[in-house]
Nanobody
Framework: QVQLVESGGGLVQPGGSLRLSCAASRSILRFNRMGWYRQAPGKERELVADISNVGSVNYADSVKGRFTISREAAKNTVYLQMNNMKPEDTAVYSC?????????WGQGTQVTVSS
């Protein structure tokens, strides 16, 4: 079993920044990809950004140029740096570790963008 623990969520004003962290209980390089997803009230969960085990990154159009996904393999941790945040970024953000056989999810962290 793999545990993923997210942290770094909270309340931020429009235009502000937050950095989310996802700490895994084993090497993140053993997964095909690590990703950040979000789900706003009344909406479906959507991919925000992901990074493959070889370092290829992918972003949702709505966050390109504002969010950056990165990883620190030595700490088994993936980050999501969120800049120039907008009210529409408000959601529960969850971390995904996608392996060959199974996917693992974290518990999620609330991000609220409001003045």
């Amino acid at each position: 079993q793999v545990q993923l623990v997210e942290s770094g969520g909270g309340l931020v004003q429009p235009g502000g920044s937050l950095r989310l962290s996802c700490a895994a209980s084993r090497s993140i390089l053993r997964f095909n990809r690590m990703g950040w997803y979000r789900q706003a009230p009344g909406k479906e969960r959507e991919l925000v950004a992901d990074i493959s085990n070889v370092g290829s990154v992918n972003y949702a159009d709505s966050v390109k140029g504002r969010f950056t996904i990165s990883r620190e393999a030595a700490k088994n941790t993936v980050y999501l740096q969120m800049n120039n945040m907008k009210p529409e970024d408000t959601a529960v953000y969850s971390c995904l570790a996608s392996g060959l056989v199974s996917d693992y999810w974290g518990q999620g962290t609330q991000v609220t963008v409001s003045s």
